[in-house]
């Protein structure tokens, strides 16, 4: 009776993070960028001509690889488009990782990759960061059915130069190497220069964060031919047609405003850098970000314990219970007024003031 | 050397259908619906609030989850969706088909079922059509790991009624059974109303046929909450946020918009009654159609013959070159101006007068 259920599959129920019911709170929690996308994405958006819905888009998303091919210098060819970069790292996993070996990343890293590893049957095996979160390259060095390296780093916010990312890419030739640079746009030095002479090399990117569109899902990877072609054909295993016609032309519109993606990007790094030294001010201890987000911890207060204090502030930073990060915090960078509410709620819980929970 | 090479993903490359360069041309080879998404759809794209892209979507689509479960009748955590039925489809193989006994589904269907199972290493038998082209219930009482009916069948335009896929779901109590319904809205019978006798039943339908969205790529699922459960775990482990909220947004539109909805179908429904008229009076054996094309022979004339001489006419209808179907032509329902068009070429061919390639 009931064998089906036998069959279904058997992996353990996902938690999502933390969203309030309400609306009326400053979202500090899922370093989402907290300016509105270019106007020219409006434009693309409410002028789209929506009786071409009626037709698939196109399989490849070809427009959006070629304003892409011309953003980076690239040829388009080389240009891989998905439903966010959460739908491009798994097809990249599935389309590079087919070792017996173990691949290889960070302990303390992007929490999809075990889950693809798990959910496509690929071996992996974790690395370390050092006692100040730092990927030591020469960990590398060994053999392994794959690489990644997200870079700068989440959830410890820390980016490394081109030099780090040659000396892992020295070590293996014979490996394909997938940096996943969600973040890199906020002040990280990009891998693309290396493409040309590393064929091994898939950079992988989102619009996600710096270009607003968390909402549209697009993600995008930039490689050999070779992994390209890989990827098309893991692709065409999936799912033909995995970013709508909305997506792609507001992903062009996206694109095609470096201004105001750059002076988005400048007031982000300017909150950073402000938060930064506050929250150093207040006794915590961080590393400086090259990310949207800052990943910090305080000698004197758990994290857990801050976390809930902010809540009832109606303010939600992400806290994570796990081995070696369960001191530290990752603070999304808000606008500058979230920014303001957020060091005053600190500072009245740092100075022990009226938080029945500070203090221990 | 490029020992990196070895480990790529190594699956046949997937060629698409032909999609001509030009824009002046009758396209009936895709099943596209030929009238425009409802005007409640321009209105939720055209006046979307794209301030709110900077935040990830609904990871559920839950908006899109309650206007469906609305629509049909059932409570809106039976509900799942997706980026396109293809995404939902792949998911539910995942998902229900973790059996070493081998799938079963007809060998004429949609192409996509063996490409799902090569990547998921699911191991599947076809069963043969019988001549008329109809599925035999009676061949699916046997021993299997799940079972998958395209109904209405693709690319043969044959619908069946319930009693047909009760007969299938009696016989196996313990597989999942999937029905695809891509095609159902234009004059199927739907499974839905079975779902409460059979949990091991998952019905998969989308919105790129009768709602006109092709281009936006939604597909849902409705099923027992085990099915369900598992089809998220499935996604969790892909994808989180496999809908974007423009997608989301829109498909809520279309499904408030039922008078539009109704008009639509209802003229493509008179056109392919008109169509499959005029096929028959120039020779043509076809079935009755439960879908929003036609599949169709010509005793005198080879079918590659046909669609070869209908493209010099700017007309692409599409031809399978497969065993037991290359003597046929899957023909969409287009508007009734296209439709005239397409019966003017095939009456000047079929009676032997101006086209060099008739008359064999």
Redesign the interface.
């Known amino acids: 009776m ?13 938690v ?1 993070g933390e969203q309030p019911d309400k609306t009326d709170f400053i ?1 500090l929690n ?1 370093n ?6 270019s106007p020219l ?2 434009s693309a ?4 001509d ?8 196109d ?1 490849n998303a070809v427009p959006l690889l070629k304003a892409l091919g011309e953003y980076y210098g690239v040829p388009y060819k080389n240009v891989f488009a998905g ?2 970069s ?2 491009v790292l ?1 097809l990249c996993f ?6 017996d070996k173990p691949i290889l990343y960070p302990d303390i890293t992007y929490s999809f990759y075990p ?2 590893c ?2 496509l049957n690929i071996p992996y095996e974790t690395l370390p960061l050092d006692d100040d979160f730092n990927i030591r390259p020469e960990d590398y060095a060994r053999e392994n ?2 690489v990644v390296i997200c870079n700068p780093n989440a959830p410890t916010s820390i980016g490394r130069g081109l030099d780090f990312i040659r000396m892992i890419l020295d070590e293996n ?4 190497v997938i940096v996943d640079e969600a973040y890199v746009d906020f002040g990280g030095e990009s891998a693309l220069p290396l493409l040309k002479e590393y ?2 090399l898939a950079v992988v990117k989102t619009f ?1 964060k710096s270009r ?6 697009i993600g995008f990877c930039i490689a050999g031919d ?2 390209i ?2 990827l ?3 692709k ?12 792609i032309a ?1 992903g062009c519109a996206s694109a095609a405003d470096e201004d105001y993606y750059r002076s988005t990007l400048e007031k982000i790094i300017a909150t950073r850098t402000r938060l930064t030294a506050a929250l150093r001010e207040m006794g915590f201890v961080l590393p400086d970000s090259s990310t949207n987000f800052l990943f910090a911890s305080h000698p004197e207060y758990r994290a857990a314990d801050i976390c809930g204090y902010l809540k009832t502030k109606d303010i939600y930073v992400r806290y994570f219970d796990k081995p070696r990060i369960d001191d530290r915090l990752r603070i999304t960078i808000g606008t500058d007024e979230e920014i303001d509410a957020l060091i005053s709620a600190l500072q009245e819980y740092t100075s022990g003031g009226l938080n029945p929970l500070a203090g221990r």
């Open positions: 009931n064998l089906w259920k036998k069959n279904l599959i058997d992996i353990a129920p996902y999502a979202k899922a989402e960028n907290p300016y509105p996308p994405v409006t958006i409410n002028s789209f929506t009786e071409s819905l009626r037709k698939y888009p399989a439903n966010g959460d739908d798994a599935r389309a590079f990782f087919n070792s889950v693809w798990h959910m059915g794959g030739k014979d490996s394909v064929p091994n996600s607003s569109l968390a909402g549209l899902r070779e992994l072609s890989a098309r054909a893991a065409d295993s999936y799912n033909s047609y995995p970013l709508d016609s909305v997506a507001a």
